[in-house]
Each structure stands twice: as structure tokens, then as C-alpha cells.
Nanobody
Framework: QVQLVESGGGLVQAGGSLRLSCAAS????????MGWFRQTPGKERAFVAA????????YYADSVKGRFAISWDNSENTVHLQMNSLKPEDTALYYC???????????????WGQGTQVTVSS
């Protein structure tokens, strides 16, 4: 099974930017659609963004539209999440995963990585 490794999190002031990366350890991604989720203590993991390898179609949660951008770098075998105009409410543990879209929303398929913490101070 492909192991996903997230990186790029950190502490940033409100209004700042971070770029998260998700790499498939030692292999290419097993799915043609990858996504990012985030989770805060006591809450369920929430969908943030997704991208399809073919066509590069992107999808975003309403809360991040216009501020976040997901991209797929085939040369580096990495999926990125550029996060701009960060807000304190973006503070969360961010995970990447292979995803599929159901009628009820986006869901992960396969395992999660360890996540990368994003903290936005006000």
C-alpha cells in the first residue's frame, strides 16, 4: 500500500501563506484523484480540496475557495496545497489522501498519512 507523507505545515500569522506537500513514499500515487482534508480536536475530518490527475479538475470546500489552490506535480510525484490569506479558523491537522466523490461528499480511499499541523495566529 502506498504510504502518504504530508509536509509543509507550521505556524503563520493571519493573512499569511503556507504550501503543503503530499508525496507517495517510494511510489507513484495509486489513485487518479487526490485530496486534502483537515481536522481539529473533537471534530470530524473535513474535506478541503481535491484534484484529478487527468484534466487537472479541481474542487474546493466553500470555506477555502479563492484562498487555497491544489496542484499536482507529476515530475515530483507530489500534490501541493497552496494556502493564502490564512485565517485562524484554518488551524487544523491537514491530511492528504486518495479520494472519491460520493453523493454525500468526498471520502478517502486507502490509508491516511500522519498529517501536518497548520496553526494560524490572530
Amino acid at each position: 500500500q502506498v504510504q502518504l507523507v504530508e509536509s509543509g505545515g507550521g505556524l503563520v500569522q493571519a493573512g499569511g501563506s503556507l504550501r503543503l506537500s503530499c508525496a507517495a513514499s517510494g511510489r507513484t500515487f495509486s489513485s487518479d484523484t487526490m485530496g486534502w482534508f483537515r481536522q481539529t480536536p473533537g471534530k470530524e475530518r473535513a474535506f478541503v480540496a481535491a484534484i484529478s490527475r487527468r484534466g487537472g479538475n479541481t474542487y474546493y470546500a466553500d470555506s477555502v475557495k479563492g484562498r487555497f489552490a491544489i496542484s499536482w506535480d507529476n515530475s515530483e510525484n507530489t500534490v501541493h496545497l497552496q494556502m493564502n490569506s490564512l485565517k485562524p479558523e484554518d488551524t487544523a491537522l491537514y491530511y492528504c489522501a486518495a479520494v472519491i466523490r460520493h453523493l454525500s461528499g468526498w471520502r478517502n480511499i486507502g490509508s491516511w498519512g500522519q498529517g501536518t499541523q497548520v496553526t494560524v495566529s490572530s
